[in-house]
């Protein structure tokens, strides 16, 4: 086994009422130096015993709505790369960056 490894840590700073304020993310392997923050975060993870996703969806309280539509739009045009990638299924892949077109539309965020 090697002993290649890379760690990834974020830090999530709440108010009194667990609502995120502040979200701090680094990697050993990120470019740039330091701790870089960020407004959201989706992190999905398979649980192979469950057959089952995990997932934390975090955004703080400056995240604006056109900014989480935009977010949204770009998170779902790499999870439509990422199944390409991944499955080798380019026809639903490209199935979901014509789904992706349509909510950039229905959203208006296609200038943006």
């Known amino acids: 086994m090697s002993d290649n ?7 999530v700073e709440l108010d009194d009422n667990n609502v995120p ?14 701790i870089a923050n960020c407004k959201a975060m989706f992190l999905s993870m398979w649980d192979p015993k469950k057959q089952d996703t995990l997932r934390l969806d975090l955004w703080t309280k400056e995240m604006t709505k056109d900014e989480m539509k935009i977010f949204f739009h770009q998170t779902m045009v790499t999870m439509a790369d990422t199944l390409e990638n991944a499955t080798e299924e380019e026809g639903m892949a490209e199935d979901m960056r014509d789904f992706t077109s349509y909510f950039a539309e229905k959203m208006e965020i296609l200038d943006k």
Do not use: P, Q
């Open 5 to 11: 490894k890379k760690e990834i840590s974020i830090t």
């Open 21 to 34: 304020e502040k979200i701090d993310w680094n990697a050993t392997d990120k470019e740039g130096e330091g």
